[in-house]
């Protein structure tokens, strides 16, 4: 039976109760793990609210892309000299003005923020965390298939995702001296804050769904599941890997038939895509 009991975990990217870390953290804790959170000072009232309702210490800030608050947080959690025994990293920003029409047109301000918040903040966080880190820990990052494949609006993400992907093999190899493991979780195109920044996201979401084996999404629960897996001592062989929770999407390339009604009604909404408003975007997956 998988537990948690007596581990530690820092988890980032909680913004609101749709955010996937946030059912990732309330199952550690129904596991037996205990749950330190990081949000975005902007996000603390919303993700305090979470934290009193499901009986969690209350949410320490940080700004990944400010590097005084990450070496603020850092040094915050070095002072009790507790030992961490694993990361969730779930943090993705862009401007949602460059998530509505064409990479093309991607501006290398949005480029380079997009990449520092959403990829190399990974890299930064395990830079400082490595040694309030247990031999044998774990670290998950969230990731998505637009990393090897075309999706509309999702632009300067995709590559965010790519480059995500590819960082945590130097950081597998390299903290696999401690056995301290490092992957990546790639969802199905979940309904969850960050998403909804993206230009018409639900209905690829359920293009998505129509092209699945299973016909749907995962749930977010199910991501939980998988994400709690990798963290614990169950999947001490795993490392360096993008593991799927999508309901088999990844593996699709032509919709069964026996989906072509959802395929058609699915892609009838999609050819109806035109010029919207923008939304705001969150740190957070």
Not at 188 to 198: C, L, V, W, Y
Request: proline share 4%; with cysteine.
């Amino acid at each position: 039976m998988l537990t948690l009991t007596g581990r530690r975990y820092l988890v980032f990217g909680v913004a609101m109760q749709r955010s996937i870390c946030w059912p990732i953290s309330h199952l550690i804790k129904q596991l037996g793990g205990e749950v330190v959170l990081s949000c975005h000072p902007g996000v603390k009232k919303f993700v305090d609210k979470l934290t009193t309702s499901a009986g969690m210490a209350e949410a320490l800030t940080c700004d990944v892309s400010n590097k005084d608050d990450l070496d603020g947080l850092f040094a915050q959690l070095a002072a009790d000299g507790k030992k961490f025994d694993g990361i969730v990293h779930g943090i993705a920003y862009s401007d949602t003005k460059e998530l509505q029409g064409r990479y093309t047109d991607t501006s290398v301000d949005n480029f380079l923020k997009t990449m520092h918040v959403s990829c190399f903040s990974l890299t930064e966080i395990v830079r400082r965390a490595e040694p309030l880190l247990a031999d044998g820990a774990s670290i998950i990052t969230l990731t998505f298939e637009a990393a090897y494949g075309y999706y509309p609006h999702y632009n300067v993400m995709a590559l965010t995702k790519a480059a995500l992907n590819a960082s945590i093999i130097p950081l597998a190899v390299e903290l696999g001296e401690r056995r301290i493991r490092v992957n990546a979780v790639s969802a199905s195109p979940e309904n969850t804050p960050a998403a909804r920044g993206i230009k018409n996201f639900e209905k690829i979401g359920r293009y998505a769904e129509a092209n699945s084996p299973e016909g749907r999404r995962a749930t977010l629960d199910e991501i939980a599941n998988a994400a709690c897996f990798l963290l614990s001592p169950m999947s001490s062989g795993i490392t360096g890997q993008v593991i799927y929770v999508d309901c088999g999407l990844s593996i699709v390339r032509m919709a069964p038939p026996r989906h072509a009604r959802l395929l058609a009604t699915a892609m009838n909404a999609i050819a109806d895509i035109h010029e919207g408003k923008p939304s705001e975007a969150k740190q957070d997956e």
